[in-house]
T-cell receptor, first 111, second 115 residues
Framework: GQSLEQPSEVTAVEGAIVQINCTYQ??????LSWYQQHDGGAPTFLSY????GLEETGRFSSFLSRSDSYGYLLLQELQMKDSASYFC????????????FGAGTTVTVRA | KAGVTQTPRYLIKTRGQQVTLSCSPI?????VSWYQQTPGQGLQFLFE???????NKGNFPGRFSGRQFSNSRSEMNVSTLELGDSALYLC??????????????FGEGSRLTVL
């Protein structure tokens, strides 16, 4: 099996930067993805890291370090609409390639 | 193009009954996966199908079953419902043909309440 750890809650003000960390324990790691889910909505894909390094998509960036079994999602210039839950997800040989999600981080943006 | 469609969106059942949930993936997507989402538990993997074959199954009892049809539409069934089966059931489709993680497109989910 495998486990993913991410903080349960983060609160920040508009315009701030938030970093959501995700650590995982697995072998045969394939890649790390991030999803955003607004209350009552469907999860939507944000980013994917298959190799070490930083991937940037607008205000959001994602980083992966395979050697440290660690990644993060960076939310910049926070806006009220960024208030949502954010999930990291991995697929790995150790879990027979089943997609495993973290428990999610609830981000609350205050004015 | 149309997104992933799940039906029904909401349903209420009583213990012991069974339920069938339907998922129509995005046109051209042959991979469909199902997840159970409950508060505090996040998304728990149920099944993954590709071209009518179950590629993987999560750690759920045999009461949970699924299938995929030749048109890539998928159904999941839960028999002998228990109170703990109350959850949001999410379906996701992907264009991937291998075990790469890539991008999943989720439906709005079917919210099941078991009384």
């Amino acid at each position: 099996g495998q486990s993913l750890e991410q903080p349960s809650e983060v609160t920040a003000v508009e315009g701030a930067i938030v970093q959501i960390n995700c650590t995982y324990q697995t072998s045969g790691f394939y890649g790390l993805s991030w999803y955003q889910q607004h209350d009552g909505g469907a999860p939507t894909f944000l980013s994917y890291n298959g190799l070490d390094g930083l991937e940037e998509t607008g205000r959001f960036s994602s980083f992966l370090s395979r050697s440290d079994s660690y990644g993060y999602l960076l939310l910049q210039e926070l806006q009220m609409k960024d208030s949502a839950s954010y999930f990291c997800a991995v697929r790995a040989l150790s879990n027979d390639y089943k997609l495993s999600f973290g428990a999610g981080t609830t981000v609350t943006v205050r004015a | 193009k149309a997104g992933v469609t799940q039906t029904p969106r909401y349903l209420i059942k009583t213990r012991g009954q069974q339920v069938t949930l339907s998922c129509s993936p995005i046109s051209g997507h042959r991979s469909v996966s199902w997840y159970q989402q409950t508060p505090g538990q996040g998304l728990q993997f149920l099944f993954e199908y590709f071209s009518e074959t179950q590629r993987n199954k999560g750690n759920f009892p045999g009461r949970f079953s699924g299938r995929q049809f030749s048109n890539s539409r998928s159904e999941m069934n839960v028999s002998t419902l228990e109170l703990g089966d109350s959850a949001l059931y999410l379906c996701a489709s992907s264009i991937l043909t291998d075990r790469g993680i890539g991008e999943l497109f989720f439906g709005e989910g079917s919210r099941l309440t078991v009384l």
